[in-house]
């Protein structure tokens, strides 16, 4: 049974950053995707960050150049470092990962599995 257990959210100012952790486990497969996707109250999920196999890495167009996510393939996690935080960052995350078909990656209809969410607070 897979399990994503995501860890690091927290409450920050403006400009600072933070490290979201998510430890991933029950995988059976090695094909398929991770992502972070983000839910703020009253909007609509939406991806950030998707990372397939071969550590190859997309991003929303609203965190490029200001987040990164990676794989720890070893120890089976998946992190995403966040820099110059800003108040529209303020959202819930998620950790999600496929069953090895998804097509539109940043759509989290395509993700099977999830984890509970990390919240994270920006403020001004």
């Known amino acids: 049974q897979v399990q994503l257990l995501e860890s690091g959210g927290g409450s920050v100012q403006a400009g600072g950053s933070l490290r979201l952790s998510c430890a991933a486990s029950g995988f059976t497969r090695s094909d398929y995707y991770m992502a972070w996707f983000r839910q703020a109250p009253g909007k609509e999920r939406e991806g950030v960050a998707v990372?397939?196999?071969?550590?190859?890495?997309r991003y929303a167009r609203s965190v490029t150049g200001r987040f990164t996510i990676s794989k720890d393939n070893a120890n089976n996690t998946l992190y995403l470092i966040m820099n110059s935080l800003k108040p529209d960052d303020t959202a819930r995350y998620f950790c999600a990962a496929d069953d090895g078909t998804a097509i539109m990656l940043f759509n989290p209809a395509e993700y099977l599995y999830w984890g509970q969410g990390t919240q994270v607070t920006v403020s001004s």
């Open positions: 990372i397939d196999r071969h550590g190859s890495a």
